[in-house]
């Protein structure tokens, strides 16, 4: 090395404030993706795809536990059935397409729909945009009591400029078949019966809303029933008979009271109309009394009125009194849980 190289290299590199910041800043983003990748994943919603085993039995996560009202922590009426490598809906309510994000699901092989208050089928759209986003090329088939054409072709139809907008954008990267559900509109009975799974649906009580019914899977040996929305009756205690894991909606009704009396001294047309919604669900005592005779395994508590925190004080509240009726185990259910009928 000659005189004037090492006069060169001894000369000190002058930066200005702002470079120097900036090569901070990009030395500092470095190391943080470096090390939290999985996070950095997450931010860009690539939370890494669930791998699904062909040989498992039945497993059920609760995607969405809430009600109308709104609460940050409860997407409204959603659970995934899960039979071996294949995933189905059970509603798509409010929001519930970040819970499915978040369970790593990236397919839906079927919808089933319970009935039609719109927190039950509002997230529609948004879970078949992005599962076209993630890549999926296929006409989802979605199945109902009567109704359910009516309410998909709605809902498919405020998505029609997004649409078109999205394929003039991205060309054949994005398939339009993933926006064409294929419907079907069943009365109660066997709906589906496909390599070892069959589905049941049946009648459950929530007038006036008519038809409102829940569903049976059945595979390999186990049994999930999912209630919808509904009173405790005679339909719906056979539709629940046996199962292994029961999935129902509740409400505890004195939990209620306190807001309601509140709410009556400056608004008694919303305290009336919250007497009117505790009417047509299902009581906890009473849910509690049907599962015991009907023999249900265990008992999964989703669609919560009113809709608690997910913290275990709120959540022992919600259900004080059911284990003196039912002696099974008692889940009181958060967005995201999972139950396997295999434990």
């Not at 500092?28 to 795809?49: D, M, T």
């Not at 069943?186 to 649906?201: A, I």
């Not at 007038?207 to 405790?232: H, L, N, W």
């Not at 709120?314 to 009194?321: L, V």
């Amino acid at each position: 090395m000659n005189f004037v190289s090492k006069r060169i290299l001894a000369t000190p590199v002058l930066l200005s404030r702002k470079s120097l910041q900036k090569i901070v800043f990009a030395l500092a983003a470095i190391l943080f993706i470096s090390a939290n990748l999985g996070h950095a994943q997450g931010l860009l919603g690539a939370v890494p795809p669930r791998t699904l085993n062909p040989d498992a039995g039945l497993s059920v996560i609760l995607l969405g536990t809430g009600i109308p009202l709104p609460n940050a922590a409860r997407a409204t009426a959603c659970t995934a059935i899960i039979a071996g490598e294949r995933v189905f809906l059970v509603d798509t309510g409010r929001n519930c397409v970040v819970s499915l994000a978040a369970a790593g699901l990236r397919r839906v092989d079927g919808i089933f729909y319970t009935h039609y208050h719109s927190d039950h089928f509002i997230g529609l759209g948004e879970i078949l945009l992005n599962l076209g986003i993630a890549g999926v090329d296929a006409s989802i088939p979605v199945r109902g009591p009567i109704g359910a054409k009516e309410v998909v072709e709605g809902i498919i139809a405020t998505y029609r400029l997004d649409l078109k907008y999205r394929l003039d954008h991205h060309g054949e990267k994005f398939s339009d078949n993933i926006m064409k559900p294929t419907v079907t509109e069943h009365e109660p009975g066997l709906v589906f019966d496909d390599k070892g799974l069959r589905v049941t649906m049946f009648k459950v009580c929530h007038p006036p809303i008519e038809p409102a019914v829940g569903y049976r899977f059945e595979y390999r040996g186990k049994i999930a029933a999912v209630s919808g929305d509904t009173q405790v009756c005679p339909d719906y205690a056979e539709g629940a008979r046996g199962a292994d894991l029961l999935v129902s909606e509740a409400v505890n009704s004195q939990l209620f009271a306190p807001a309601q009396a509140l709410v009556g001294r400056s608004n008694p047309r919303q305290a009336e109309m919250i007497a009117e919604g505790i009417e047509y669900h299902a009581d906890t005592l009473a849910l509690a009394t049907m599962a015991q005779e009907a023999g249900v395994k265990k008992l999964a508590i989703t669609h919560l009125m009113p809709s608690i925190p997910p913290n275990d004080t709120a959540e022992a509240q919600f259900i004080q009194g059911m284990s003196e009726l039912y002696d099974g185990p008692i889940v009181v259910g958060r967005d995201g849980m999972e139950i396997s009928l295999s434990d």
